[in-house]
């Protein structure tokens, strides 16, 4: 709320509040010092109201206590003058001789008759006397010699304990002597009656009787016969009041303006009351103000009190003419021996009189004082208010050319000095201030040119970056994908590999049964050789050797068959080794053609790898121009966020706009940074790559070398197969002659006559077809152990090329993360490179805003 008042205010409110609250403390304190004392003032004289009245009360309680006491020692010597004068009359007992009597209860008036015997002093019977002017034994001569001295004698009535008046010198109302009443040993209340109890059980007992409305201090003493029972007893009477002086000495007694000393009874009876005007009036029923019965919680707190304890009551009251309540206060104590409540009281009022008179003065003296303290206050305000715009104008005159200058932009403004005090000092300061920021925005408009300028070329570059990093994205791609064909080709060339060992070792097995079958055929045509020449040296001999020699060719014949089943065999077989030699063909060709793809595949990658890794380099170096122009935008945006600071409140636009530049220098900084590390892990993943994609190409370099010589190799098996399938074909029609030639024989030899000659030309052609099939029967073994060579070595090499080329598949599954991982860092590079030209467009904005916040000011030297 203060931040928003002016200064003459801010001067203004903050001085009055310094006047006042210590104003105001003051008078707190002293109205707080005031009502204590005037509360102190009122409990003090409460309590030496209080005091007073405890003693009042207490001094009526001591005077009668010295009148009891001396009253007790009276009856005790009238008692004694009694007994003296029974004695020397020779005692009280009763006489054989009755007399009836009508007692009546004193309590309850009801009237009984009794016969008792009569009571003799000496020998002189007391009577039935009621004039008071006769003469009673004992009691008319106690009368003479002590005077106003109550006397009588009681006769015990029954076995109760009940006493019967039959000599007195008290007097009824109708002024005869008080006898025929009796007194009853237990009361209406049931309860028994104190006084006869204790004479009864042999006591002489003190007292307490009204006589004709008048409190008297009796003395009681058992008479006894002479077995020691109680047959009556003698009570002597005095005065409770011994003098009239005692109770005038009472009335004397005043207690502030209107208070009195009071003594009630304990049925509420007045007993002295105010100047002894209701003495004797029954007040228990009296209410105060709010209608309590206030007279028995006075008898109350009174018979409470023990041994001179003084209580307490108060309650409201107004006397006649009076129109509202006042409070009074009674302070009571008890003197039992009398049954008087003593109280002390007046009005609560007059004992604070003086603590009224006190707050009188005392609100006298406050007000004073408020008014004092307002016109303190009021002088104070006047005084604040004329140093408030002492101070407030220069400052407000000063304030009105700061707005003026940040109004119109123009920081040359200069202030008038007009004093050498604080606000001149403040003029002064503020034409300093205003020269620094001159030079500070002349300092910002230059650092946002230039920021615009290197923003400028940041942006150029990193627009090239950004096309670099895409050319870089899209060529990982192309190298991701040819490494992805060059591993499924290396997977296919194994795949081939595999299958052309497996049709190398089929061949060589083959192979192997047909040169069996080769040995066989050379075994079967050895035989039929050595057939043809038995045959021959028979049919020379011709003769008894027809019937052998038809045998021999039989024998003969069936050999040819034997190697003609063999020749077939070899044939079949041949044949399959064609097939199989074909296939391996086959396999050989797409296996070189796979691998001849995966060599180009692979130097297309070790290209792209290269291509990969040049541009890594220009986008490095790109970037180290990039991070060099961020950290002078940096620079310029902090000399310029220093120089906003100093301008205050004209440079705040400034400095938002150079704390951005800042941010986005930084933030340029950091993404190059990123981009940095990025193409440095890039270019570690392309020279791994490049790494692998050279030994690929090598290994698959050497797997179609080694495709080549299989495939040369398996055109050679081919080619040799063609050979023996020609001669197997030669061999199998020679065995087709032979045969037939031995069926000839055989049927010329059993001619033997005339066909002996044809039968040894047929012999001889014969030994030479044999000789021509054991020769093609060599050449084949011959080629076909060749054969078995060039399968064993083309099954090397296919196991070798199957190795190869798994070995050429895990590289490529390498090489296929190593890729992807590039493909990942060239994707983020291009991020990068977006994300930096996204902050040199947003530095362009930035320092052209700067530049037009810096246009804004008129500043020294520019043209008015």
Aim: glycine share 6%; with cysteine.
């Amino acid at each position: 709320m203060l931040k928003n008042l002016k200064l003459r205010e801010k001067f203004m409110i903050p001085g009055v509040l310094m006047t006042l609250i210590p104003l105001l403390i003051l008078g707190f304190i002293a109205n707080q010092q005031s009502n204590k004392g005037i509360k102190v003032a009122t409990q003090e004289s409460i309590k030496l109201a209080k005091t007073d009245l405890d003693h009042i009360a207490q001094g009526v309680y001591n005077m009668c206590e010295a009148q009891n006491d001396l009253l007790q020692k009276n009856l005790q010597n009238n008692m004694a003058v009694v007994q003296k004068l029974v004695t020397d009359s020779g005692g009280l007992r009763p006489a054989g001789e009755s007399i009836t009597w009508d007692a009546i209860n004193q309590e309850t008036q009801a009237l009984t008759t009794v016969n008792l015997p009569k009571m003799l002093v000496g020998d002189t019977w007391l009577g039935q006397i009621i004039d008071p002017n006769a003469n009673v034994p004992i009691i008319s001569e106690l009368q003479d010699l002590i005077g106003d001295t109550a006397c009588t004698v009681f006769q015990r009535m029954n076995s109760k304990g009940d006493m019967l008046r039959i000599s007195s010198n008290v007097l009824q109302k109708n002024d005869l002597r008080r006898i025929g009443t009796y007194i009853p040993a237990t009361n209406a209340d049931g309860n028994p009656n104190p006084v006869l109890e204790s004479i009864l059980s042999g006591k002489t007992t003190p007292g307490r009787v009204m006589m004709r409305q008048r409190p008297y201090l009796t003395l009681n003493k058992p008479i006894f016969n002479d077995n020691k029972q109680v047959i009556g007893m003698l009570e002597i009477g005095i005065p409770q009041e011994g003098s009239k002086s005692f109770r005038k000495a009472i009335y004397s007694i005043k207690i502030g303006t209107t208070g009195y000393l009071w003594v009630l009874d304990s049925q509420g009876h007045y007993v002295i009351s105010k100047d002894g005007l209701r003495d004797g009036a029954d007040i228990s029923k009296a209410k105060d103000s709010s209608g309590k019965l206030f007279v028995l919680d006075l008898v109350s707190t009174g018979k409470a009190q023990k041994f001179g304890s003084i209580g307490e009551e108060r309650y409201p009251w107004r006397n006649k003419g009076e129109t509202k309540d006042r409070m009074k206060i009674a302070r009571i104590t008890y003197f039992e021996p009398w049954d008087w409540i003593i109280g002390a009281g007046s009005y609560e009022d007059e004992f604070l009189a003086s603590a009224t008179t006190l707050g009188a003065l005392s609100k006298r003296n406050q007000n004073i004082f408020w008014i004092i303290l307002i016109a303190t206050f009021v002088a104070g305000s006047i005084i604040w208010l004329l140093v408030s715009r002492g101070i407030a104008n220069p400052i407000r005159s000063i304030a009105d050319s700061i707005r003026g200058s940040a109004k119109d932009h123009d920081l040359t403004v200069e202030i008038q000095e007009v004093s050498e005090d604080e606000i001149g000092l403040m003029a002064r300061e503020f034409n300093r201030m205003m020269k620094v920021l001159n030079d500070a925005f002349q300092m910002v408009y230059k650092s946002s040119q230039n920021v615009a300028k290197y923003s400028g070329d940041v942006n150029q570059r990193a627009t090239a970056n950004q096309q670099r990093a895409e050319h870089q994205s899209g060529q990982m791609q192309v190298v991701q994908q040819t490494v992805g064909e060059m591993r499924s080709t290396a997977q296919e060339v194994a795949i081939l590999a595999e299958a052309q060992s497996q049709a190398a070792t089929t061949s060589s097995k083959k192979i192997e049964n047909m040169m069996e079958i080769m040995q066989t055929v050379t075994e079967a045509s050895s035989g039929q050789k050595e057939e043809v020449a038995t045959a021959t040296e028979r049919v020379q001999a011709m003769g008894d050797t027809g019937t052998k020699v038809v045998q021999t060719a039989q024998k003969q014949g069936e050999q040819v068959v034997a190697v003609t089943y063999a020749v077939n065999s070899m044939d079949q077989t041949v044949k399959e080794l064609g097939a199989t030699t074909t296939k391996a063909m086959d396999l050989a060709n797409n296996a070189l053609k796979a691998a001849n793809e995966g060599t180009e595949s692979v130097a297309s990658t070790v290209d792209g790898m290269h291509a990969i890794s040049e541009s890594s380099d220009q986008i490095s170096e790109i970037i180290t121009v990039i991070t060099d122009i961020t950290e002078q935008t940096n620079l310029l945006s902090l000399n310029a966020a220093i120089e906003a600071a100093r301008a205050g409140i004209h440079g705040k636009g400034f400095a938002v706009v150079a704390d951005e530049v800042g941010k986005l220098a930084q933030r340029s900084s950091d993404a190059a940074k990123e981009i940095t590390k990025l193409i440095k892990d890039s270019s570690a993943q392309v020279a791994e790559g490049t790494r692998l994609s050279n030994r690929s190409r090598l290994a698959l370099e050497e797997i179609v070398a080694g495709s080549e010589n299989s495939l040369q190799a398996t055109r050679e098996i081919g080619q040799a197969a063609e050979k023996i399938a020609v001669n197997i074909n030669d061999v199998n029609s020679m065995m087709e002659e032979l045969n037939t030639l031995a069926r000839e024989i055989g049927e010329m030899a059993g001619q033997q006559g005339e066909r002996r000659a044809t039968s040894q030309a047929a012999l001889a052609n014969l030994m030479e077809k044999s000789d021509a099939i054991s020769t093609l029967i060599q050449n084949a073994n011959a080629g076909l152990g060749e054969i078995g060579k060039q399968m064993e070595e083309i099954t090397e090499r296919s196991i070798s090329s199957k190795d190869m080329t798994d070995a050429q598949a895990q590289r490529s599954l390498k090489l296929v993360e190593i890729t992807t991982e590039s493909a990942k860092s060239a994707l983020e590079t291009k991020e990068g490179a977006e994300t930096v030209v996204s902050i040199t467009n947003q530095l362009q904005k930035m320092s052209q805003v700067l530049t037009e916040q810096a246009d804004q000011f008129k500043l020294a030297g520019d043209e008015a």
